[in-house]
């Protein structure tokens, strides 16, 4: 069902966008377009993906992001060039220290917003699963209604295996300061600012 969790949470990650930005980096960018929605806001926008076949998919929607095929891990990334650097259900295809190459690659002031997945279940996922299947069940009325095309292919997923508890602790240990919040759908919002006069 064309339903996606991580488009869900757009407008979410939309609304904390530093004031003033311009540069920004999407991490694990799949078809691109949460990196299409930030040059929507006026960002110039670097978007890395390891998956070539992915990447294909975005370049071809256009929309002015700069794609690179890139794993963000072991990729160079420029100190203090980036205002934003947004990370979609990405983050659990790389090892959890790959936070700290995202900070130090922030500019002053800059910020860090990462859409993540965890593993096992919370009390919250009690409420998702309902939420899940009637969210689905309408987006997909609708579409079927409009008569839209299929979505897009999907980038390979693999299944997170930190739990919230250790995400919190060790985004806490590898960037004080940051902010874990738990979402619906599985998702989970960690949020950090670089400080303004470093």
């Keep these: 069902m064309p339903f996606d969790h991580n488009d869900h949470y757009h407008r979410l990650l939309l609304d904390r966008l530093p004031p003033g930005g311009r540069t920004a980096l999407d991490v694990g960018c799949g078809t691109g377009r949460f990196a299409r929605a930030l040059v929507a806001?006026?960002?110039?926008?670097?978007?890395?993906?390891?998956?070539?076949?992915?990447?294909?998919?975005?370049?071809?929607?256009?929309?002015?992001?700069?794609?690179?095929v890139a794993d963000a891990a072991t990729a160079d990334l420029p100190p203090g060039r980036y205002d934003v650097i947004s990370c979609l259900a990405s983050l659990h295809h790389m090892?959890?220290?790959?936070?700290?190459?995202?900070?130090?690659?922030?500019?002053?002031?800059?910020?860090?917003?990462?859409?993540?997945?965890?593993?096992?279940?919370t009390p919250w996922d009690l409420v998702a699963s309902p939420a899940n299947a009637l969210t689905r069940l309408a987006v997909y009325a609708a579409e079927r209604a409009?008569?839209?095309?299929?979505?897009?292919?999907?980038?390979?997923?693999?299944a997170p295996e930190m739990t919230l508890p250790r995400i919190r602790a060790e985004s806490t240990r590898l960037l004080p300061g940051s902010e874990v919040r738990q979402l619906l759908f599985w998702r989970y919002l960690l949020t950090y600012t670089a400080a303004a006069d470093r």
């Design 146 to 158: 409009r008569g839209a095309a299929p979505p897009p292919p999907r980038p390979p997923v693999r």
């Design 41 to 68: 806001h006026g960002y110039r926008v670097d978007a890395l993906d390891p998956d070539p076949a992915t990447l294909a998919v975005a370049e071809a929607s256009g929309g002015g992001p700069r794609y690179h």
């Design 95 to 121: 090892p959890f220290e790959t936070l700290t190459r995202f900070r130090d690659a922030l500019a002053p002031g800059g910020r860090l917003l990462i859409l993540g997945c965890y593993a096992g279940l």
